[in-house]
């Protein structure tokens, strides 16, 4: 039962999201190098919320499945309304990483 953090990323295409995984060691590394160079010839990514949770491998794989119909091909690019999946994630059980201002760790 693999532990890590599944975030989301706004895009400069309004609608365009990216949803992707990293490790516990790697997210603030992993946000400042999309942040930087982007992904998939798209640019100003920032990220917009995060989440760490049990079986990150699983849950992504879900939730790819999920949003499929959405999906921009051979990408982690999703045409969704990014609050839409914030509300999914925070179904999950595990603790909010980014914003940490509302994290659920400090409120439960």
Known sequence: MAR???????????G?????????NNF??????LERNGYAN???LKRYFAIEVDDYDEKEIMLDEIFSKSRVVNTELFA???????QLLSSFDGGQVYPE????RRNV
């Open 80 to 86: 969704l309304d990014v609050d839409l999946v914030v």
């Open 101 to 104: 201002t509302l994290s659920k």
């Open 28 to 33: 603030d590394s992993r946000m400042s190098t």
């Open 16 to 24: 365009l999201i990216k949803i992707g995984k990293t490790g516990l």
């Open 4 to 14: 890590g953090i599944i975030y989301v990323m706004t895009t400069v295409v309004p």
């Open 42 to 44: 798209i640019t100003g």
